[in-house]
């Protein structure tokens, strides 16, 4: 009996140690959105989402950021959507001044895709105002709490980027009259700023790694954000939004990672003039 229980215990152990090294290889997620907007003409776009990157410093690290970013590009998206918490956590990093560029410069390597960005809450903790300063020096615009009109191959689309909720950099900001017949998207980081008051239609997140641990029956361990639970990993929708809700490409706090895959994600993003319905599938690969 006691040499089944080894042999099971064994086994076990063995399953979750090639679990875990197998959710830290970055796949990339396929996911089918469909949006009802009476308003814009029947569209749709191809959409890279990368969020929880958190970068250490080091050439090795960037290295592996600059591979992932030139996979993304490959697979020739209209638009690309960076999503926040790019570096590792302050703490760990002994030349912030040097690292922020660096990772800002590393983003860059998407163009001439159009792109957009938002910040997040480890950049708030490393002086989220000097984070917007360097983006523009750089040019690469980043949004808090602002729309811009961006043209890709398949057309305008208007993409509102709001702040951090989790650092209460967020504040609502309505789309100009202008996004009225044009599509639209928000972004933010953490997924709560999709469930504050006047947020509607598609909202694009990260921060919650998916629970980073999510274990079989119970779920993940720890998710540090105020979102509906729905709303922690993958797709949500009420009658008021559709919210997506990426794992991301990084961990923090530990280097692990279990039943939440590292992942970047393309959205095949449609938008349709259908009675309300909104048919949205979610396909990962």
């Known amino acids: ?27 990339r997620n ?19 989402v990368i969020g929880d990157a958190h970068l250490p410093e080091g050439q090795d690290y960037l290295a592996e950021f600059r591979s992932l970013l030139l996979e993304v590009k490959a697979a020739k998206p209209d638009l690309v959507l960076f999503v926040g918490d790019y570096t590792a956590n302050p703490r760990d990093v002994e030349d912030m001044p ?26 708030s903790w490393s002086d989220a105002d000097t984070w917007l300063t360097e983006f523009a020096r750089l040019r690469v615009e980043a949004l808090e709490n602002e729309t811009r009109f961006i043209d890709t191959e398949n057309g305008p689309i208007c993409v509102r980027g709001f702040g951090d909720r989790y650092t209460d950099r967020f504040e609502f900001s309505g789309y100009p009259e202008a996004c009225g017949s044009l ?7 953490d997924p709560a700023g999709a469930f504050e008051d006047g947020v509607t239609g598609l909202v694009i997140a990260a921060h919650t790694h998916c ?7 119970v779920g993940p361990l720890w998710v540090p954000s105020e979102a509906p639970s729905d709303a922690h990993c993958g797709l ?44 949205a599938k979610l396909q990962e690969v």
């Not at 629970?211 to 029956?217: E, I, K, M, R």
């Open 1 to 27: 009996m006691s040499r089944v229980l080894l042999f099971l215990a064994v086994l076990s152990i063995t399953y979750l140690f090639f679990a875990a090294l197998l959710s830290l290889k970055t796949a």
């Open 30 to 48: 396929d996911v089918d959105i469909s949006i009802f907007d009476s308003q814009v003409r029947p569209t749709s776009f191809s959409i890279a």
């Open 98 to 123: 040097k690292h922020r560029p660096d990772i800002i410069e590393a983003l860059k390597l998407v163009d001439p895709i159009p792109r957009a960005v938002v910040l997040g809450n480890y950049e």
């Open 183 to 189: 599509p639209k998207l928000s972004i933010t980081h």
């Open 211 to 217: 629970g980073q641990v999510s274990l079989a029956f």
């Open 236 to 279: 949500c929708q009420d009658r008021d939004r559709t919210v997506f809700v990426t794992s991301g490409v990084g961990t923090s706090i530990l280097p692990l990672r279990y039943g939440a895959q590292l992942q970047w994600d393309l959205i095949y993003l449609s938008f349709i003039k259908e009675q309300w319905s909104v048919m």
